[in-house]
């Protein structure tokens, strides 16, 4: 069975700082490419940032360049995402994603809220 569950979320002051996790399992999880998504209330669902599972290549949008670092252990199974500088604007569900060719995993996501 596959699960992907995400923690770590919660409630933050701007320009405080949050580490996401998402725990694979069912799955290999080093084949798979990795990403955070991310949706707030209105808006559609935007990839936040994304590491391959070959070559570990990195990518982020660029909204939150320089704040946020995504990494993975292979051998925990488990992808983080590191959140610093937090906005307002990062207010959303994060979700975890894995990916390889036409298969697609999702998580139940975990609420992200940067308020004072």
């Known amino acids: 069975q596959v699960q992907l569950v995400e923690s770590g979320g919660g409630l933050v002051q701007p320009g405080g700082s949050l580490t996401l996790s998402c725990v694979a399992s069912?799955?290999?999880?080093?084949?798979?490419?990795m990403s955070w998504y991310r949706q707030a209330p209105g808006k559609e669902r935007e990839l936040v940032a994304g590491v391959t599972g070959i070559g570990g290549r990195r990518n982020y949008v660029e909204s939150v360049k320089g704040r946020f670092t995504i990494s993975r252990d292979n051998a925990k199974n488990t992808l983080y995402l590191q959140m610093f500088s937090l906005k307002p604007e990062d207010t959303a569900v994060y979700y975890c994603n894995a990916k390889l060719v036409r298969i697609d995993y999702w998580g139940q996501g975990t609420q992200v809220t940067v308020s004072s």
């Open positions: 069912g799955f290999t999880f080093g084949y798979y490419d």
